[in-house]
T-cell receptor
Framework: ELKVEQNPLFLSMQEGKNYTIYCNYS?????LYWYRQDPGKSLESLFV?????AVKQEGRLMASLDTKARLSTLHITAAVHDLSATYFC?????????????FGQGTILTVHP | SAVISQKPSRDICQRGTSLTIQCQVD?????MFWYRQQPGQSLTLIAT?????????ESGFVIDKFPISRPNLTFSTLTVSNMSPEDSSIYLC?????????????FGPGTRLLVL
């Protein structure tokens, strides 16, 4: 059974600081997603990571994937208040479970002035 | 990308009743997925809906409680049957777009259900 664990679950940051959210998963997968969810809203797709060593960047967010370590990171650079949200990683089951996502618990990010 | 709409966006229901949630996609997709997000929790996959075949359910979810229809490649419904307060959740449909290599999974806006 695929398990996905994120840490930290709660993250309070000051504006301008850097931090990393970690996503560990238990079985091999070739596809990992990062999503953002604002309160009362649906999920917004941030990144899709497909291969070992993949790195993608969008604005102040950068995601990477290490399939050998079964680890993905979401790095936040010089945080701003607008980044406050809940961030989820999700891992595709692959094979006969292709398309079925298992989600991490989510990281609630709050950026303070 | 994909534009996904869901109806209703929210509802308040009495226990013992049933609610059918609709999901409409602006393009044809093979697989549609239904997820549940309980209050303050992460998302859990309920079932996969393929056009022309029976839905496949994940552990802990059964067809009698969550019957699903998939009449064509752009539409699906999820019914929450014989509701109890524990069914209060956000229900989201999801589709994959872009082909196997470039695929991204998109989510609908969700249906917020409160059962009294």
């Amino acid at each position: 059974e695929l398990k996905v664990e994120q840490n930290p679950l709660f993250l309070s940051m000051q504006e301008g600081k850097n931090y990393t959210i970690y996503c560990n998963y238990s079985t091999t997968s070739d596809r990992l997603y990062w999503y953002r969810q604002d309160p009362g809203k649906s999920l917004e797709s941030l990144f899709v990571l497909l291969s070992n060593g993949a790195v993608k960047q969008e604005g102040r967010l950068m995601a990477s994937l290490d399939t050998k370590a079964r680890l993905s990171t979401l790095h936040i650079t010089a945080a701003v208040h607008d980044l406050s949200a809940t961030y989820f990683c999700a891992v595709d089951g692959g094979g006969t479970s292709y398309g079925k996502l298992t989600f991490g618990q989510g990281t609630i990010l709050t950026v303070h002035p | 990308s994909a534009v996904i709409s869901q109806k209703p966006s929210r509802d308040i229901c009495q226990r013992g009743t049933s609610l059918t949630i609709q999901c409409q996609v602006d393009s044809q997709v093979t697989m549609m997925f239904w997820y549940r997000q309980q209050p303050g929790q992460s998302l859990t996959l309920i079932a996969t809906a393929n056009q022309g075949s029976e839905a496949t359910y994940e552990s802990g979810f059964v067809i009698d409680k969550f019957p699903i229809s998939r009449p064509n490649l752009t539409f699906s419904t999820l019914t929450v049957s014989n509701m109890s307060p524990e069914d209060s959740s956000i229900y989201l449909c999801s589709v994959g777009v872009g082909g196997r290599v470039g695929e991204t999974q998109y989510f609908g806006p969700g249906t917020r259900l409160l059962v009294l």
